[in-house]
């Protein structure tokens, strides 16, 4: 079955050090790619996305991505975290022939210390 | 923008009672998802629709549950009778899958989700 598997649950960083969360894909082929991120009591907010083209994506909050075929990964990055960057973060993709819904990794929570 | 609209916010009811969840999506847009995210199970994909034509409701649990998307701009999600295991938050999302020069996008904008809790 087509899957996300983000293998973190949770990370800790201290503020101000750089972050990469882990993403892969099962799929084969190129999917259509997302981050989100849920703060407490939030819904989801897109943080960016990739479809095509240049393999390193720039967000939203200073994250950016990198899809790296050979690995089947999407890893987000941060070069400095924030306190405000504690949340939790989804990666999500859209499958060939999946119609028009995405399938959601399982999310880090990450945690930010000062 | 308004982005997505869930009403109400919180719902407490009580085991046996029917439960209606409301969702008003982007104006525009052309796909709308229903979904529930408990800590157990995470985020699930309860149902979608293309249209306002239900197109995967492999996601609902139960014959208790179903959604309706009666025109463009409204969508309800019905549990009756609910059970105190239908606590969760539920996400309402809608996108506008559009055919542009890269091709189509398939990104979703998330309401801000109903915690439902049932007693």
């Known amino acids: 079955a087509q899957s996300v598997t983000q293998p973190d649950i949770h990370i800790t960083v201290s503020e101000g050090a750089s972050l990469e969360l882990r993403c892969n894909y099962s799929?084969?082929?190129?999917?259509?790619l997302f981050w989100y991120v849920q703060s407490p009591g939030q819904g989801l907010q897109l943080l960016l996305k990739?479809?095509?083209?240049?393999?390193l994506v720039q967000g939203i909050k200073g994250f950016e991505a990198e899809f790296k075929r050979s690995q089947s990964s999407f890893n987000l990055r941060k070069p400095s975290v924030h306190w405000s960057d504690a949340a939790e973060y989804f990666c999500?993709?859209?499958?060939?022939?999946?119609?028009?819904?995405?399938?959601f990794g399982t999310g880090t929570q990450l945690k930010v210390e000062l | 923008d308004a982005g997505v609209i869930q009403s109400p916010r919180h719902e407490v009811t009580e085991m046996g009672q029917e439960v209606t969840l409301r969702c008003k999506p982007i104006?525009?847009?052309?796909?709308l998802f229903w979904y529930r995210q408990t800590m157990m199970r995470g985020l699930e994909l309860l149902i979608y629709?293309?249209?306002?034509?239900?197109?995967?409701d492999s996601g609902m649990p139960e014959d208790r549950f179903s959604a309706k998307m009666p025109n463009a701009s409204f969508s309800t999600l019905k549990i009756q009778p609910s059970e105190p295991r239908d606590s969760a938050v539920y996400f309402c999302?809608?996108?506008?899958?559009?055919?542009?020069?890269?091709?189509?996008?398939?990104?979703?904008?998330f309401g801000p989700g109903t915690r439902l809790t049932v007693t």
């Open positions: 104006s525009g847009h052309n796909s």
């Open positions: 999500a993709s859209r499958f060939t022939g999946g119609g028009n819904k995405l399938t």
């Open positions: 629709f293309n249209n306002n034509v239900p197109i995967d």
């Open positions: 799929y084969g082929a190129t999917p259509y």
């Open positions: 999302a809608s996108s506008f899958v559009s055919r542009g020069l890269r091709g189509p996008s398939y990104e979703q904008y």
């Open positions: 990739y479809f095509s083209g240049d393999t």
